[in-house]
Nanobody, 127 residues
Framework: LVTLTESGGGSVQAGGSLSLLCVVDGYTVHSGCMGWFRQAPGKEREGVARIYQPLHLRLSNGEVYADSVKGRFTISQDNTQNTVHLQMTNLKPEDTAIYYC???????????????WGQGTQVTVSS
């Protein structure tokens, strides 16, 4: 059984920062691609960032970001803790959404390629 548990969401003002954590059990994060996704009210789920970080290998293109978050969000992975992080800075009201962590079948930032989802964590950014 694969479980993903997100935490770290909350309410901040525009320009603020939050750090999201995804704890993964039953799957080894460095064996494939992991991603963060989000879903705003009334909108479809969309990709935020994905990472591929195998053991003992640092890839130059290991992280991919959606254009809307480039330069503001950073995805990282701790292979010893089996966790994935999303550091979010300079948050904007349009970043308000439920944020989900996912195990990807293929290394593309597409929600339809996620085979295991977490339950999500709410991020709310006020202006």
């Amino acid at each position: 059984l694969v479980t993903l548990t997100e935490s770290g969401g909350g309410s901040v003002q525009a320009g603020g920062s939050l750090s999201l954590l995804c704890v993964v059990d039953g799957y080894t994060v460095h064996s494939g691609c992991m991603g963060w996704f989000r879903q705003a009210p009334g909108k479809e789920r969309e990709g935020v960032a994905r990472i591929y970080q195998p053991l003992h290998l640092r890839l130059s293109n290991g992280e991919v970001y959606a254009d809307s978050v480039k330069g503001r969000f950073t995805i990282s992975q701790d292979n010893t803790q089996n966790t994935v992080h999303l550091q979010m800075t300079n948050l904007k009201p349009e970043d308000t959404a439920i944020y989900y962590c996912g195990v990807l079948r293929e290394c593309e930032l597409r929600p339809d390629l996620v085979r295991h989802w977490g339950q999500g964590t709410q991020v709310t950014v006020s202006s």
